[in-house]
């Protein structure tokens, strides 16, 4: 399958813990997003990479969190001390800057119960 | 927050077309307007995305109106797989093109 990929699907961790989640893009796409999405609502950005550069960070991304892309391939999303309010799904998506549609190809999320 | 306001649910018979409507009144002249959907537990798909013209592809029609003002979301023959939650979203497209997701429209596809 050469779709976006995440790992690990679920996760579940008890508050204070740190966590990271991976992601692997579809080959080839220098775009890279991550999202989070809570019950009953759409997907927030969290940060974008072209290639291995953190161009865009949303506010939602606190301290505690960070990204990183080190080859310009898969990332990470690590989240430290987690919080109740952490919990949620988080989604990878990728895209090609050459494709005319621009279209983002999402994962199928990592699902992070904090309890 | 969200451009574009949408109806939070509607039915559909299956085998007929389903029409979503969607208004983004504040829509800039380089804006896209983007559809996608997200079926129960999995991540979102894209759809279909246009400027001005009104698109077309293997999954469905997009019509925007003439002052861009709204658009609306053909699937022509609706089928139980499009339920889903569908988005509507406004994006400049290429390097600024996080999307800004709202809380979409829930189509229910009935047998």
């Known amino acids: 399958d050469t779709g976006v990929s995440q790992d690990p699907r679920h996760k579940i961790t008890k508050r204070g813990q740190n966590v990271t989640f991976r992601c692997d893009p579809i080959?080839?796409?220098?775009?890279l997003y991550w999202y989070r999405q809570t019950l009953g609502q759409g997907p927030e950005f969290l940060t974008y990479f072209q290639n291995e550069a953190q161009l865009e960070k949303s506010r939602l991304l606190s301290d505690r969190f960070s990204a990183e892309r080190p080859k310009g391939s898969f990332s990470t999303l690590e989240i430290q001390r987690t919080e109740q309010g952490d919990s949620a799904m988080y989604l990878c998506?990728?895209?090609?800057?050459?494709?005319?549609?621009?279209?983002?190809?999402f994962g199928p999320g990592t699902r992070l119960t904090v309890l | 927050d969200a451009k574009t306001t949408q109806p939070p649910s509607m039915d559909c018979a299956e085998g007929r077309a389903a029409n979503l409507p969607c208004n983004h009144s504040t829509i800039s002249g380089n804006e896209y307007v983007y559809w996608y959907r997200q079926i129960h537990s999995q991540g979102p798909q894209y759809i279909i995305h246009?400027?001005?013209n009104n698109e077309t592809n293997e999954m469905a029609s997009l019509i925007i109106t003439e002052d861009r003002k709204s658009s609306t979301l053909i699937l022509p023959h609706a089928t139980l797989r499009d339920t889903a939650v569908y988005y509507c979203i406004v994006s400049y497209g290429g390097s600024q093109g996080n999307l800004i997701f709202g809380k979409g429209t829930k189509l229910s596809v009935k047998p």
């Open positions: 080959s080839e796409h220098n775009r």
């Open positions: 246009g400027l001005k």
């Open positions: 998506a990728s895209s090609s800057r050459e494709a005319n549609r621009d279209e983002q190809f």
